[in-house]
Antibody, heavy 122, light 109 residues
Framework: QVQLQESGPGLVKPSETLSLTCTVS????????WSWIRQPPGKGLEWIGY???????NYNPSLRSRVTMSVDTSKNQFSLKLNSVTAADTAVYYC????????????????WGPGALVTVSS | EVVLTQSPGTLSLSPGERATLSCRAS???????LAWYQQKPGRAPRLLIY???SRATGIPDRFSGGGSGTDFTLTISRLEPEDFAVYYC??????????FGQGTKLEIK
C-alpha cells in the first residue's frame, strides 16, 4: 500500500520561502507523476503543480512564478518550494500521486498524504 | 480555463435517502477526465470516482457517477451515516492542469 507523508516547517514568515517534502513509502516514486495540492482553512482544494519522476514539471499558472518542485528518486521523495509567501498561502498542503489508467490517462489522484498545515505569520 | 461549478453548496438529507450532487463545467469536457472525491473534516480527500463513472478501489456500489458534456452527477443511492462529508469534482484540463470544483457539503438533516 502506497503511503505519502508531508514534512516541513509549520510556520513561515511573510516574504520567506515555504519548503515541504513528501516521502513515498510502500512503492517506488518511479514511473509516476506526483502533485502538491493545498487547501486554505475552511476553503476548497487548489492544485499547485506536478513533477514527473524524471524531473519534468507543470505548475498552476496562478502560482507558476513562485513555485519550484524537485524530486530525489534515491530517497523516494519529492519537494515543494513556494517563495515570497503571504498570509494567503496559509493552508494545509497535501502531496498526492497522480493515477494512470489506459482509458483516463493521468487524470486523477489516488493516494494522498495526511496533509501539513503551514501558517504564514510573523 | 474551464471552471467547475458544484451545486448545491450544501445538501441536507437523512440517512437512507438518495443524494444527487451536481458538477457543471463552463464548457464541454471529456468525461474520462472527470473525478469525484470525498473529504471528511481533518482528513485528506479520498478518490471515489474517476473517468466520470468508474468507482475507485474499495468504494461501495452505492456511489455512482455519470454525465457528459458539461453536466456531471455523483449519486449516493442510500446514504449511510459515514457519507456525510464534503464532495469535490475535479477535471484534468487542457495544458495538463487540474481543476477542482468548490465543493458540496452533504450534511445530516
Amino acid at each position: 500500500q502506497v503511503q505519502l507523508q508531508e514534512s516541513g516547517p509549520g510556520l513561515v514568515k511573510p516574504s520567506e520561502t515555504l519548503s515541504l517534502t513528501c516521502t513515498v513509502s510502500g512503492g517506488s516514486i518511479n514511473d509516476y507523476y506526483w502533485s502538491w495540492i493545498r487547501q486554505p482553512p475552511g476553503k476548497g482544494l487548489e492544485w499547485i503543480g506536478y513533477i514527473y519522476y524524471i524531473g519534468s514539471t507543470n505548475y498552476n499558472p496562478s502560482l507558476r512564478s513562485r513555485v519550484t518542485m524537485s524530486v530525489d528518486t534515491s530517497k523516494n521523495q519529492f519537494s515543494l518550494k513556494l517563495n515570497s509567501v503571504t498570509a494567503a498561502d496559509t493552508a494545509v498542503y497535501y502531496c498526492s500521486r497522480v493515477a494512470y489508467t489506459y482509458r483516463t490517462s493521468w487524470s486523477h489522484f489516488d493516494y494522498w498524504g495526511p496533509g501539513a498545515l503551514v501558517t504564514v505569520s510573523s | 480555463e474551464v471552471v467547475l461549478t458544484q451545486s448545491p453548496g450544501t445538501l441536507s438529507l437523512s440517512p437512507g435517502e438518495r443524494a444527487t450532487l451536481s458538477c457543471r463545467a463552463s464548457e464541454s469536457i471529456y468525461s474520462i477526465y472527470l473525478a469525484w472525491y470525498q473529504q471528511k473534516p481533518g482528513r485528506a480527500p479520498r478518490l471515489l470516482i474517476y473517468g466520470a463513472s468508474s468507482r475507485a478501489t474499495g468504494i461501495p456500489d452505492r456511489f455512482s457517477g455519470g454525465g457528459s458534456g458539461t453536466d456531471f452527477t455523483l449519486t449516493i443511492s442510500r446514504l449511510e451515516p459515514e457519507d456525510f462529508a464534503v464532495y469535490y469534482c475535479q477535471l484534468y484540463g487542457s495544458s495538463n492542469v487540474y481543476i477542482f470544483g468548490q465543493g458540496t457539503k452533504l450534511e445530516i438533516k
